[in-house]
């Protein structure tokens, strides 16, 4: 813990205040709603909620809101918000194969069971600025219609020939997943833990290691078998009834990523896969998420670690951004009798240095004056 030096209140006071002043901007332009960030930036609440550990539309809004768009800070406060929040329970898992799609693409078949449906997405825009900030007009298409064939997962469709390794590999255990929000990790963790380090992890950090795998820097040669965004109802079993309720529908985006194929004189060829699953619309961040996870899954392949992606270590350690951000703004904090002592060393050195110099250079003269002698 840092404490401020003493008399420093009415400047931190003061400095806040500033802060609040320049936040607000020109005072003849309309202020800025929570309810406006949330309905019109759902990329940027959704990466909140989700660095945030929390899903909460409104309040990922108003931390926005409150940090003046300083996305790890407005994910700082989200999460410290949600420790003062009671813990009733775990809901049910849910049920991703019936994730009904308001967008869903494969990059592996162009005609699957279902069929694409493009929904709402950057992915086929002039990159240009366009009027209102949004990409034309709006036209009715097959995309607005509701589908109600069903569509089944891809990598679901290359299990049944047996081209995609089982969703649980042999001598897979069921095991009750440890809460890494609420117990300290012990590596090696499980994969479950890895999973949710990675949902929470910085998208930046992990968008620049999946890129490293794609380069090289890792096992991985992906296609992407599948990106879902949907709605998905959420159960909880209360202790008092003993059956589920449903609390409620959250946004989740879910990519399945196929990944190189491995087999052996005494197995079948079979794909390898990556996951990825997070609150809301975050297709780059479920993409980054199942390409990091697919490199960490080395040992279940007997694959050498060869790059920073494959070290488990090292990716989820250093994928939190609060605690990496907090790491290196707290260097902006006094710090004056680390750096007084480390300074004194530094001027004691440097004079030994000089004073044995000077005692090298007289040496020569007094040889010189004593030959002559």
């Not at 030096?5 to 202020?31: F, T, W």
């Not at 308001?102 to 162009?110: D, I």
């Not at 599948?226 to 059956?243: C, I, K, M, Q, T």
């Amino acid at each position: 813990m840092y404490v401020a030096v003493k008399g420093g209140e009415k400047a931190i006071a003061n400095a806040h205040a500033l802060l609040a002043k320049e936040g607000r901007g020109d005072a003849a332009s309309p202020r800025v709603t929570y309810e406006q960030i949330a309905g019109q930036m759902p990329v940027l609440v959704a990466r909140v909620m989700n660095e945030g550990s929390m899903y909460d539309r409104e309040l990922a809004a108003r931390a926005i809101l409150q940090a003046q768009g300083d996305v790890l800070e407005a994910i700082t406060l989200v999460r410290s918000y949600r420790t003062t929040l009671p813990r009733y329970g775990y809901t049910e898992p849910v049920d991703t194969a019936e994730l009904p799609p308001q967008r869903r693409v494969s990059a592996t078949f162009k005609d699957i069971p279902g069929g694409q449906q493009l929904g709402a997405t950057f992915d086929y825009t002039h990159r240009l600025f366009a009027e209102n900030g949004f990409g034309g007009p709006t036209i009715e298409d097959e995309n607005e219609v509701e589908h109600d064939e069903e569509m089944p997962r891809v990598a679901d469709l290359l299990g049944a020939e047996a081209l995609m390794e089982p969703e649980r590999p042999r001598g897979f255990e069921d095991v009750e997943p440890s809460d890494i929000t609420r117990e300290p990790m012990v590596f090696p963790i499980s994969r479950a833990e890895r999973l949710q380090a990675l949902a929470r992890g910085d998208e930046g950090f992990l968008l620049s290691l999946g890129y490293s795998t794609q380069r090289g820097f890792g096992r991985t040669h992906p296609f992407v078998g599948e990106v879902r965004v949907g709605e998905v109802e959420v159960d909880y079993v209360a202790p008092e009834l003993g059956f589920a309720v449903p609390l409620g529908r959250i946004e989740l985006t879910e990519c399945q990523m196929v990944n190189q194929f491995t087999g052996s004189a005494d197995t079948p060829a079979q794909f390898t896969r990556g996951y990825g699953l997070v609150f809301g619309r975050a297709e780059r961040k479920a993409m980054s998420m199942s390409l990091v996870d697919r490199a960490l899954r080395h040992e279940e392949f007997a694959e050498r670690i060869v790059a920073p992606a494959q070290d488990e270590e090292f990716v989820v350690t250093h994928a939190d951004n609060v605690e990496a951000a907090g790491f290196v703004e707290h260097l902006k904090l006094p710090h004056y009798v680390d750096f007084q002592a480390e300074l004194g060393l530094v001027r004691r050195l440097n004079k030994e240095f000089h004073e044995r110099a000077d005692v090298a250079a007289s040496a020569p003269a007094a040889e010189e004056t004593e030959a002559l002698a």
